[in-house]
């Protein structure tokens, strides 16, 4: 698959295919850069399950981004370039 810039320039997007949630620090950097919502900050309890974060606080270990709508990336890198845990996995469009 071939894709252009505006001025013709030749550019591959790379996809946000995942986000490793021992490495992610939540710190919502990536969140804050995508205007596309396809990450969203949850919680992680004792047990290592995901939980939304309107649910009791007192139960949320750590919080961490995970995708939310992974089919809305445009491949524009912004959410790589910004993360400092370099949490995230990205691919070229197949």
Not at 24 to 46: A, F, P, T
Not at 58 to 75: P, Q, T, Y
């Amino acid at each position: 698959m071939s894709f252009a810039t505006r001025d013709g320039r030749n550019w591959k997007p790379d996809y946000l295919i995942s986000i490793d949630p021992k490495k992610c620090i939540g710190c919502g950097r990536c969140y804050k850069v995508c205007g596309r919502q396809v990450m969203i900050l949850k919680g992680i309890n004792e047990a290592g399950e995901m939980i939304d974060l309107e649910d009791d606080d007192d139960e949320i270990e750590k919080k961490v981004m995970v995708l939310n709508d992974d089919g809305a990336c445009i491949g524009c890198g912004a959410c790589a370039r910004v993360c400092p845990a370099n949490c995230q996995s990205h691919a070229p469009a197949a």
